[in-house]
């Protein structure tokens, strides 16, 4: 499995943004055949943010983040990123990296990094 670590959470005002990081070590992220965001608010179940597979290249978002949220790789950096702009309240959440190998996210071969924290204040 991959080993992965997110970082650049934080507390931040509605309206501004954040860049979200998750490095893996061990094996590459080609290893796997998909990398997404998730995220999971308290009280909430965890819900997906964002995806991109490697075969093909699609990219795909959750409704709720569309226009606000990129993802992005830099396979040189073994790094996926997750630029997120016009925060609000609502987006306030851990956030999770996740490289899955299988059809499933939730899949036990699936690797989730430690999570983040995001705070949007109003």
């Known amino acids: 499995q991959v080993q992965l670590v997110e970082s650049g959470g934080g507390l931040v005002q509605a309206g501004g943004s954040l860049r979200l990081s998750c490095a893996a070590s061990g094996r590459t992220f080609r290893s796997s055949n998909a990398m997404g965001w998730f995220r999971q608010a308290p009280g909430k179940e965890r819900e997906f943010v964002a995806s991109f597979y490697w075969t093909g290249g699609s990219i795909y978002y959750a409704d709720f983040v569309k226009g606000r949220f990129t993802i992005s790789r830099d396979s040189a950096k073994n790094t996926v990123y997750l630029q997120m702009n016009s925060l609000k309240p609502e987006d306030t959440a851990v956030y999770y990296c996740?490289?899955?190998?299988?059809?499933?996210?939730?899949?036990?071969?699936?690797?989730w990094g430690q999570g983040t924290q995001v705070t949007v204040s109003s």
């Open positions: 996740v490289a899955k190998v299988e059809s499933s996210w939730y899949s036990p071969s699936s690797s």
